[in-house]
């Protein structure tokens, strides 16, 4: 094969080469645009539809704070268990003060029958029950509320310092006003504490404040 030739063969590589390096533009196709213009509508959709969420009120994070549950061992929450099922058999004790015997022992407290005639102290059959030892419930049990929480009662926010929110729960004074009642919420849900005695009368003026 003579010179020339070879020069021609390897000319012809080259100006391939040069043809694709050269940056073509390409003019976008009718379906292209399409689809561009249709993600420009879809990514500006949610922007004209973007609705705020609404933030929690007081009351809303109250309910969640009183929806928690206590930390209890297995004695305690069987002893629990035991108390509520003794508090549901445990007989109405009232006073002996009256023949219909409307007092009972809610609305007044309890005194020891000690008349020499009294049919209660003698425990005759059809009368009711005296107060006795054996109704009491178990000793773990005693004074822990029916939630699994211990009472602590509070007339300020500053008391729910020694407030132990795993295993405690707070129960407002019946002496404290509205105001200082929205105030000690306030400082519970901060503190994750529950609120056992929650009335109507405070729950419409925590929703007129939030």
Do not use: C
């Amino acid at each position: 094969m003579s010179s020339e030739g070879q020069a021609v063969g390897e000319a012809k590589p080259e100006g391939e080469t040069t043809a694709a390096t050269q940056p073509t533009t390409e003019q976008p196709t009718e379906q292209q645009t399409q689809v561009t213009a249709g993600e420009g509508q879809v990514e500006a959709k949610p922007a004209e539809t973007k609705v705020e969420e609404a933030r929690p009120t007081l009351l809303d994070e109250l309910v969640k704070v009183n929806a928690r549950k206590p930390n209890l061992s297995q004695e305690v929450l069987k002893a629990l268990k035991l108390s509520l099922r003794m508090r549901r058999d445990r007989p109405d004790f009232i006073r002996y003060y009256n023949k219909e015997h409307k007092i009972r022992l809610e609305d007044s407290p309890w005194r020891r029958p000690k008349g020499i005639d009294n049919k209660i102290r003698m425990r005759r059959k059809g009368y009711p029950p005296m107060v006795d030892v054996g109704y009491r419930g178990p000793r773990v049990a005693r004074g822990i509320h029916p939630s699994g929480f211990m009472e602590v009662i509070v007339h300020n926010p500053r008391e729910l310092r020694n407030v132990d929110p795993s295993r405690q729960a707070i129960r407002i004074a019946s002496t404290v006003g509205v105001r200082k009642r929205i105030e000690i919420i306030r400082e519970a849900v901060r503190r994750g504490i529950k609120v056992l005695n929650l009335d109507n009368k405070t729950r419409e003026a925590i929703r007129e404040v939030t």
